[in-house]
C-alpha cells in the first residue's frame, strides 16, 4: 500500500525536519500517488502513499479528532468496516472511509492491545503526544516489513533500510554475525539485518519508545494445534476460509489480478476469484529453463479458468542487467533467483492492475514443500538407539562423497533439529570455516541451530512435520518469501496481497492433523482436495515449480564470466577467501559439483556490498514509465 518512515529524537531537541524528507524520498516506488508530513517538537513522520482505498481521502499522517494522536500505516485490514461500526457504536466520529483511521480509534479505544483486533497485513507507526509515545506495530506472519535502529539519540523506523541510511552517522558496517547465518539461511534471520546497528521489528511483535525507555513485546503466537475430525470437515472447512478470505482481499477501489505460476496455490486464488469478476493474470518465465515451461503450464491453466492472461519471457542478458537494480530495491542480500523472478512478473502487472492476490504461505501452512516428506522416509531410524544412529552417521562419513546412499545415512542419522534449517541450507558449519576468515565462537556470536534451536523448543512435543513447518514459519517465510515478495512487487508500486496468509484461514488450517496435511503419496492433501472441483486434475496433482530461474545452467554459461568477475574483484579478503569461492565456481562450470546456490549467494552479497556499503553504483527511487501510464489510464477513466 505505501511506505512509512519516522524519526524520534530521544534528547528532547526538534526533530531535524531535512532527515524525514530525505528518508521519505527514499520510497517513492513504495507510494507514488502522495507524500505527506507531521512534526511535533522531537517527533516527525513521513509517509508515501500508493492509494487504494478512499483515494481521495487516504492523505496521511492521519490523526484523531484532537490531533493529540497521529499514524502513518502501510498495508490493508480487511475487517475494518466491522471494527469501523463496532468504534461508531462506542462513540467514535469518523471523517475518512479508510482503514487507516479505525487503527487511532481502535489504540484510543485500547492502547497497544489494538492489534490483537486487526486482521490483515500492517505495519504502522503511532504517536501518542499526551503521552510522548512511539508505538511500532508489524502484522502476525511478517507481510510487511518494518526496519529500526535506535541509540541513546535517537529511534527510528522505516519501511525499507534505505531510509534509515539517509539519517547523518548511520553506519553501512556489515554485521558479520547476519553473514555468518546468510551463508546457512540464504537470508538474514530475523531480527538482524546485515547492517550493523539496524534491526527488523519481528512478526507479531510491537514496539514501545517513551523516554529512555524502548520494550519489544510479542503480541501473538503462531501455533499448529491439530484436532481430531474427519479429512471431510477440514476439506469443506478449507474452502470455505478460502472463498470468505479471496472475498475479503479483494476490497480496493483500484484495478487488480493475480500472479499465476503452474501450481496449485496461485490457481486455487485465480478460481476463487473468477467465481466473484473477471480476473487479469500474469506470468514470468525465463529462457534456458528446459522442459515445459512455467509460461505453458500457467497459460493452460488460465484458458481452462478463462482469464485474461499476460505473461512474458526473461532472457539471461536482461536478468544479469536489472540484476544490481533489483538487489537495491531488497536492500538486504537474498539469494533466492526467484526473487528476482518476482520483480519482473510484478513490472509486467504494473501496467494493468495496482493489487495482485498470490499464493504465498500456503506451503507453510498446509504442508507443501516436498522436504516435508522427509520425516515419512527416514522413519525407520526412529526405531534404532540413539548410539546406532550416530553409528550409521559416522559409518556416512567414510563413504565417498556423491556415492548413492550416503546422504540418506547422513540425515537419517541426525534429529530433525539436527538436520533441518529450514527450506534453504547453503553451507555447513564445517565447510564455512573453510573459506570465512572470522571465527564466531571467538566473537561471541550464536550458531544457526541456536537460532533454529528456540523455534524447535517451543514445539518439542509435536511431530517431527509440525516441526518443520513451525520452523519455516517463523523463519523462512518472513525472511525470505514475504520479504522478496513486498519488495519487489513495491518496487514496482504493485500491492501484493496474500489470502493464505490469512488470520482466519490460519487458525483454521493450524487445526489440521500432520496425517492429512501429507497423505495419499502427496504434500498439502487437505488444500489440494478442498480446491478439486475448481481446477483441472493435472493441475492439483502438479509438483511444485514456482517460477524456476536457471540459476545452474546460467552460471556455467551465460552468467559465469559475470560471477567471476565479481569474486574476483571483492575486496573483502578479510571477510572470506575469495579463492575458494572461486574454485567453487569452476567446478560448476566443469560439472563436477552443482555448487550454483552457494555461488549465487557469494554474488549477491558481492552485489549488495558494492551498492550499500562501498556505494560504487546508485540508484534514485521513482515511479516507474509503467505504473505512470497505469495512473494516467486510472485518471483519465475517472473523468470521462
Known amino acids: 500500500m505505501c511506505g512509512i518512515v519516522g524519526f524520534l529524537n530521544r534528547r528532547g531537541q526538534a526533530c531535524d525536519t531535512e532527515i524525514i524528507h530525505a528518508m521519505n524520498g527514499e520510497i517513492v516506488h513504495r507510494g507514488p500517488d502522495d507524500a505527506g508530513y507531521y512534526f511535533d517538537g522531537s517527533l516527525g513522520l513521513g509517509f508515501r502513499r500508493l492509494a487504494i482505498i478512499d483515494l481521495k481521502g487516504g492523505h496521511q499522517p492521519l490523526t484523531n479528532e484532537d490531533e493529540s494522536i497521529w499514524i502513518v500505516f502501510n498495508g490493508e485490514i480487511y475487517n475494518y468496516k466491522d471494527l469501523r461500526d463496532e468504534l461508531i457504536a462506542c462513540g467514535h ?48 506472519f511478517g507481510i510487511k516489513p518494518l526496519y529500526y535502529t535506535y541509540n541513546s539519540d535517537f529511534l527510528a523506523f522505516s519501511s525499507e533500510i534505505k531510509s534509515l541510511l539517509k539519517i547523518p552517522g548511520i553506519s553501512r558496517e556489515i554485521d558479520r554475525e547476519a553473514f555468518w547465518n546468510y551463508l546457512t539461511f540464504q537470508y538474514v534471520p530475523e531480527p538482524m539485518t546485515m547492517f550493523e546497528g539496524i534491526w527488523k521489528l519481528p512478526p507479531a511483535h510491537y514496539l514501545i519508545a517513551r523516554g529512555n525507555e524502548v520494550v519489544i513485546k510479542r503480541y501473538y503466537q503462531l501455533a499448529f494445534t491439530p484436532i481430531e475430525q474427519p479429512v471431510s470437515y477440514f476439506v469443506e472447512g478449507v474452502l470455505e476460509q478460502l472463498r470468505e478470505s479471496v472475498r475479503v482481499h479483494m476490497n480496493s477501489d483500484v484495478p487488480r ?38 509460461i505453458e503450464y500457467a497459460r493452460e491453466t488460465a484458458r481452462v479458468l478463462g482469464t485474461v492472461h499476460r505473461d512474458t519471457v526473461i532472457s539471461a542478458k536482461r536478468y544479469l542487467e536489472e540484476l544490481p537494480r533489483l538487489v537495491y530495491h531488497q536492500d538486504e542480500p537474498v539469494a533466492d533467483p526467484s526473487a528476482i523472478a518476482l520483480y519482473f512478473v510484478s513490472e509486467l502487472a504494473s501496467e494493468h492492475v495496482t493489487v495482485v492476490l498470490s499464493g504465498e504461505g500456503a506451503d507453510e501452512i498446509f504442508g ?71 571465527d564466531p565462537e571467538k566473537l561471541g556470536y550464536g550458531r544457526p541451530t541456536d537460532l533454529t534451536g528456540r523455534y524447535y523448543q517451543q514445539v ?22 514475504l520479504m522478496k515478495a513486498d519488495k519487489m512487487t513495491m518496487a514496482n508500486s504493485v500491492e501484493l496481497r496474500v489470502p493464505f496468509l490469512d488470520r482466519q484461514v490460519f487458525e483454521f488450517a493450524s487445526k489440521i492433523p500432520a496425517a492429512y496435511r501429507l497423505a495419499n503419496g502427496t504434500t498439502k492433501y487437505v488444500l489440494r482436495e478442498a480446491v478439486r472441483k475448481l481446477l483441472p486434475k493435472e493441475v492439483t496433482e502438479r509438483k ?12 556455467r554459461d ?8 565479481i569474486i574476483g574483484s571483492s575486496t573483502l579478503d578479510d571477510l572470506f577467501d575469495k579463492d575458494y569461492v572461486l574454485h567453487l565456481l569452476e567446478e560448476h562450470r566443469q560439472g563436477v559439483r552443482d555448487h550454483a546456490r552457494k555461488i549465487w549467494a557469494i ?38
Not at 505495519?123 to 503521552?131: L, T
Not at 511444485?544 to 552460471?555: D, E, N, Q, Y
Request: aromatic share 14%; with cysteine.
Open 93 to 140: 466520529s469518523f471523517k475518512t472511509e479508510t482503514d487507516t483511521e479505525v487503527i487511532i480509534h481502535l489504540y484510543e479505544e485500547y492502547g497497544v492491545e489494538c492489534v490483537s483486533k486487526l486482521r490483515g497485513m500492517f505495519a504502522f507507526g503511532i504517536w501518542d503526544g499526551k503521552k510522548e509515545q512511539l508505538f511500532l506495530a508489524r502484522d502476525l
Open 257 to 294: 489480478g493475480a500472479f499465476l505460476s503452474s501450481g496449485v496455490d496461485s490457481s486455487a486464488i485465480v478460481a476463487l476469484l473468477k467465481e466473484l469478476e473477471e480476473v487479469q493474470t500474469f506470468t514470468v518465465g525465463f529462457e534456458g529453463a528446459g522442459g515445459l515451461s512455467e
Open 368 to 438: 507443501g514443500y516436498t522436504i516435508y516428506r522427509e520425516p515419512l522416509s527416514l522413519r525407520v531410524f526412529d526405531y534404532l538407539p540413539p548410539s546406532m544412529r550416530q553409528g550409521l552417521g559416522d559409518v556416512a562419513q567414510i563413504i565417498p562423497e556423491g556415492m548413492k546412499g550416503r546422504s540418506f545415512l547422513m540425515r537419517g542419522s541426525k534429529t530433525v533439529e539436527q538436520r533441518f534449517f529450514g527450506n534453504a541450507f547453503l553451507f555447513s558449519e564445517a565447510e564455512k570455516r573453510k573459506f570465512v576468515k572470522f
Open 460 to 481: 518439542q512435543d509435536a511431530d517431527d512435520v509440525t516441526k518443520m513447518q513451525y520452523l519455516d514459519l517463523h523463519t523462512w517465510l518472513p525472511g525470505d518469501i
Open 544 to 555: 511444485k515449480l514456482g517460477f524456476p530461474v536457471p540459476t545452474r545452467k546460467w552460471l
Open 558 to 565: 551465460e552468467h559465469y564470466q559475470f560471477a567471476r568477475e
Open 603 to 640: 554474488v549477491i552479497f558481492l552485489l549488495w556490498h558494492q551498492i550499500f556499503v562501498v556505494q560504487s553504483q546508485s540508484f534514485i527511487s521513482k515511479e516507474s514509465e509503467l505504473v505512470a501510464k497505469r495512473r494516467h489510464r486510472m485518471f483519465v477513466e475517472e473523468f470521462v
